[in-house]
């Protein structure tokens, strides 16, 4: 039942056994690009191609996530504005530009909800929490980008109530413990499952999978 | 120094997904900045939610989208870089070096109040019922009476150090503390230098002892500061 409500399409043929998941390396370069060029020329084209690769699968997220319709048009249309603001905000470094999409659509979201609920004297600092602290060493960003790479891995590889598991947390936003009510297994398992899902990826990339129910 | 007390994986996730609570989000970003360990946990973790939200199908827009949002460009103003001036924290925690998530939250104006004798707090703007998110500063020296928690309770230690009676167990910069309801514990602040620490509760705190009824009847009576 869950595994027909997965949005990611069916495994494409991989080039390699256990090579990367998500767009080819080539497009990656194209969506920093376009970034770069959206911060630094404010390159109306190169928005506009962002937008079209990414508008529509931010919006089928918003509302795997919960919103409604037109109100996901909309909070799309937010997302992507933020992403013409703060253009220059990201970093290559730090991680892929999916990456930074997903975690803005997700402080719309989550920001949505705190400033409907938050006396309004301070809804203006709900904008500032999002920014993260900048990497304190080259040691940690360094470090980030090896275990970055390390969980790309292709998902398609993993037993599907481990992949279920990390569809309902990531693309429909659930908690653990709505992943275990829905599912009608104990929250225990549903971690153990996270577990054995996130060191399936690493091992994978290693080349080394070892992962086996305990 | 590196912390020894971490986040768990399972909650990192929810960290990422965003599904945890304000909180616990606050109490974990917290963490994740003084912790290199984590925070390339996290970047992991926002490495596969990037490869997930690529690899979903996507769903139309209404027709126009595009053109509707190129013609709310020109009115878009793009930031510079680096363009958000850091947050300063009040001198007298300067030497704390709060993480930029905790002092984007922290009140410009002067908040602080004495709870009980020996610990200072100001709440910060998360409203959580029947619980408290605040910045606090305990004495060198001071306990916390063996207490159970009404709710899930984070603590992130920034300066200082807090030291589990029965253990021994001690959560210095960087460490994070969570405990659930039905984990009752006896906290002491390590004698010497005053402890500054984040402590989340989401859920009334449960002292067990009459010392400690008196003190959360004293804090009760203080009140928190409405504006």
């Given at each position: 039942m869950e595994a027909a409500s997965f949005p990611i399409r069916p495994a494409a043929?991989?080039?390699f056994a256990g090579a990367s998941v998500g767009p080819p390396v080539e497009s990656r370069v194209d969506e920093a690009a376009w970034l770069e060029a959206i911060a630094t020329r404010a390159d109306?084209?190169?928005f506009a191609q962002l937008f079209r690769r990414y508008?529509?699968?931010?919006?089928?997220?918003l509302r795997a996530r919960g919103a409604a319709g037109a109100a996901a048009d909309e909070l799309t249309q937010e997302v992507m504005l933020v992403v013409w603001r703060k253009a220059r905000l990201y970093d290559p470094a730090r991680g892929s530009v999916a990456a930074w999409l997903y975690t803005i659509s997700r402080n719309s979201?989550?920001?949505?909800?705190?400033?409907a609920r938050r006396r309004p004297d301070e809804a203006a600092l709900a904008d500032a929490f999002p920014e993260p602290d900048p990497p304190p060493t080259s040691e940690q960003a360094l470090m980030a980008a090896q275990l970055r790479q390390s969980l790309a891995g292709s998902l398609s590889e993993l037993p599907p109530e481990q992949r279920e598991i990390l569809e309902g947390a990531y693309w429909r936003g659930q908690t653990l413990q709505e992943c275990a009510v829905e599912r009608q297994i104990p929250l225990g398992t549903v971690k153990t499952r996270v577990r054995l899902a996130l060191e399936r990826l690493r091992g994978l990339m290693n080349g080394q999978a070892r992962s086996t129910e305990e | 120094m590196t912390p020894t007390h971490h986040?768990?994986?399972h909650?990192?996730?929810?960290?990422?997904?965003?599904a945890g609570t304000e909180g616990a989000a606050l109490a974990f970003a917290c963490h994740v900045a003084l912790c290199l360990k984590c925070a390339a946990e996290v970047a992991s973790l926002e490495g596969l939610a990037g490869t997930i939200l690529a690899a979903g199908a996507g769903q139309d827009l209404a027709a126009g989208a595009l053109e509707a949002i190129l013609a709310r460009l020109d009115e878009t103003p793009q930031l510079p870089a680096a363009s958000r001036p850091a947050p300063s924290a009040p001198a007298f925690l300067a030497p704390c070096k709060l993480p930029a998530a905790l002092l984007s939250v922290l009140p410009r104006n002067d908040g602080w109040r004495t709870v009980v004798p020996g610990m200072r707090v100001v709440d910060l703007p998360i409203v959580v019922p029947d619980g408290a998110v605040r910045l606090v500063r305990f004495k060198g020296g001071v306990t916390i009476p063996f207490h159970d928690h009404g709710g899930p309770e984070y603590i992130v230690v920034f300066t200082g150090a807090l030291e589990e009676e029965d253990d021994g167990r001690r959560f210095a910069r960087g460490d994070v503390s969570i405990r659930l309801p039905g984990e009752r514990h006896e906290q002491r602040a390590v004698p010497g230098e005053p402890c500054v620490a984040l402590v989340v509760n989401e859920g009334a705190l449960r002292p067990l002892t009459l010392r400690g009824r008196l003190l959360?009847?004293?804090?009760?009576a203080q009140g928190p500061r409405r504006k």
């Open positions: 043929p991989r080039r109306r084209a190169a508008a529509p699968k931010i919006k089928a997220h979201l989550v920001n949505q909800a705190r400033t | 986040v768990p994986e909650a990192l996730v929810e960290f990422v997904t965003g959360l009847a004293i804090a009760r």
